[in-house]
Each structure stands twice: as structure tokens, then as C-alpha cells.
């Protein structure tokens, strides 16, 4: 059974930084892609950022310029750096690994103070 644990959430202020961690039970690699999303109270989970096996990435438009995915694959942490924070960007904070299911974190708060 693959594990998936996020840290690294918060309470921060506009225009502030984090950078979240999502460390992985098994090679990352393994993975076809690894994703960050993200849930808002009332709202739909939603895609943050997305990598794949081949290193592509996706970003929503709303964190594009602001927010970087990236994996290490001697730790099996996926990492999302988070910048220039605003009150919007306030929510649960999840990872998730596709294999031929997809596993999901947790989540980690992270809340963005105006």
C-alpha cells in the first residue's frame, strides 16, 4: 500500500512563501504522473500543479509564475513551491501519485492572512 504524507502547511501572510513536501512510501518514479491539489471550504477539490514520469508540469492558471512542482527522487518527496501567497490561494493542500489507482495524502492546511 503506497503512503503519501504532506507537510510543511501554515499560516502566513500575503505575499509571503512556503513550501510544501509530500514524501512518498515508495520510488517516485514508480509514479506515471504526481499532482498537487487543492480544496477551498465549499469548493471543489481543484488541480494546482502537475508532473509527470518525463518531468512535464502543469500549472492552473491562477498559481502559474507563482507556485513550482517539483520531485526528488533519492528522498521520494514531491515539493510544491508556493510564492507571492494571497488570500485566495487558502486551503487544504493535497498530493496525489497515479499508478494504476491513484493514491491520495491527508492534506495540509496552508491559510493565507490578508
Known amino acids: 500500500q503506497v503512503q503519501l504524507v504532506e507537510s510543511g502547511g501554515g499560516l502566513v501572510q500575503a505575499g509571503g512563501s512556503l513550501r510544501l513536501s509530500c514524501a512518498a512510501s515508495t520510488n517516485i518514479f514508480r509514479f506515471k504522473a504526481m499532482g498537487w491539489y487543492r480544496q477551498a471550504p465549499g469548493k471543489q477539490r481543484e488541480l494546482v500543479a502537475r508532473?509527470?514520469?518525463?518531468?512535464?508540469?502543469d500549472y492552473a492558471d491562477s498559481v502559474k509564475g507563482r507556485f513550482t512542482i517539483s520531485g526528488d527522487g533519492v528522498k521520494n518527496t514531491l515539493y510544491l513551491q508556493m510564492n507571492s501567497l494571497n488570500p485566495e490561494d487558502t486551503a487544504v493542500y493535497y498530493c496525489?501519485?497515479?499508478?494504476?489507482?491513484?493514491?491520495w495524502g491527508q492534506g495540509t492546511q496552508v491559510t493565507v492572512s490578508s
Open positions: 496525489n501519485g497515479e499508478l494504476l489507482v491513484t493514491f
Open positions: 508532473i509527470s514520469k518525463g518531468g512535464s508540469t
